[in-house]
């Protein structure tokens, strides 16, 4: 059985950092990209970044370019997002899902429950 799950979010302040794990069972992990995505209240879920777990590329969207690091622990079939400079705009929850490569449009298999992540100002 195919399971993402994630962990490490939680409550901080603006300027402060946290990092979200996401934990991969089930499938060959070389084999896909892993991205994270966030759904903020009463909008809808964007992509904020992958990794291509075969060859380490990374991708980021433009609004945690230079705040946020995507990495991988293939040996442990985890995915870290490193969070620094958190602003109030980051709050969301933080879903990560398996991809066939990061410009892939659609995850596979469903998404899971998220991590809430929520930056006070």
């Known amino acids: 059985e195919v399971q993402l799950v994630e962990s490490g979010g939680g409550l901080v302040q603006a300027g402060g950092s946290l990092r979200l794990s996401c934990e991969a069972s089930g499938f060959t992990f070389d084999d896909y990209a892993i991205g994270w995505f966030r759904q903020a209240p009463g909008k809808g879920r964007e992509g904020v970044s992958c990794?291509?777990?075969?060859?380490?590329?990374?991708h980021y969207t433009d609004s945690v370019k230079g705040r946020f690091t995507i990495s991988s622990n293939n040996a442990k079939n985890t995915v870290y997002l490193q969070m620094n400079s958190l602003k109030p705009e980051d709050t969301a929850v933080y879903y990560c899902a398996r991809l066939s490569m990061c410009s892939s449009k659609l995850i596979l298999g469903s998404w899971g429950q998220g991590i809430q992540v929520t930056v006070s100002s």
């Open positions: 990794i291509s777990s075969s060859d380490g590329s990374t």
